[in-house]
């Protein structure tokens, strides 16, 4: 089946540095993926939608130059989180797309814990 | 996209069908019916999907009512490893393909 990876699986972090995530598609290609943030005992929250080649699309209420998304090639989308706070501790799951099938199946990572001290 | 409601949790005994309803009262009809689950601290997993005709695959079985205003997931044989929470999507195919999880249902398999 289609796999999806995340990396790192886990992070620390100071306060006021950035941190940079990392999602590939293993075994198919995805012009679209979706970048995900979910706090404890809380559901998924969508925060933005990477396209390939353009600029991504954020969610009402996440701040584009806080958490920064690029999506430069068609199985790697990366997302930046700037001058992280203790606040931007989370959970954060990616998903993509795979390009060459029907629109139903979006496959998503294991996630990646960030905890900023 | 339509709104969903899930009860918050469930639980049902280990080799045992598991029922979970999901209601979706102002489904459109373009919009199609997804279920996703989560085991703890790890991805979503797609199981299954439908636009009005019942599915059935080898995760699971997807019932429909014919007013589409509401589904139910079934696992026929629960086992330990099915303990998750369980998100019914309603999503129009368009070209932007966001999935919006709701609070999902929390379902506990008992020994």
């Known amino acids: 089946g289609a796999v999806v990876s995340q990396h790192p699986s886990w992070v620390i972090c100071k306060s006021g540095t950035s941190v940079k995530i990392e999602c590939r598609s293993l075994d198919f290609q995805a012009t679209t993926m979706f970048w995900y943030r979910q706090f404890p005992k809380q559901s998924l929250m969508l925060m933005a939608t990477s396209n390939e080649g353009s600029k991504a699309t954020y969610e009402q209420g996440v701040e584009k130059d806080k958490f920064l998304i690029n999506h430069a090639s068609l199985t790697l989308s990366t997302l930046t989180v700037t001058s992280a706070h203790p606040e931007d501790s989370s959970f954060y799951i990616c998903?993509?797309?795979?390009?060459?099938?029907?629109?139903?199946?979006?496959?998503f990572g294991p996630g990646t814990r960030l905890t900023v001290t | 996209d339509a709104k969903t409601t899930q009860p918050p949790s469930m639980d049902c005994a280990e080799g045992r069908a598991a029922n979970l309803p999901c209601n979706h009262s102002?489904?459109?009809?373009?919009?199609?019916v997804y279920w996703y689950r989560q085991i703890h601290s790890q991805g979503p997993q797609y199981i299954i999907h439908?636009?009005?005709n019942n599915e059935t695959n080898e995760m699971a079985s997807l019932i429909i009512t014919e007013d589409r205003k509401s589904s139910t997931l079934i696992l026929p044989h629960a086992t330990l490893r099915d303990t998750a929470v369980y998100y019914c999507i309603v999503r129009v195919t368009d070209s932007s393909y966001k999935l919006i999880f709701g609070s999902g249902t929390r379902l506990l398999v008992r020994p």
């Open positions: 998903s993509a797309r795979d390009s060459g099938r029907g629109a139903h199946e979006q496959y």
């Open positions: 102002t489904i459109s009809g373009n919009e199609y």
């Open positions: 439908g636009l009005k």
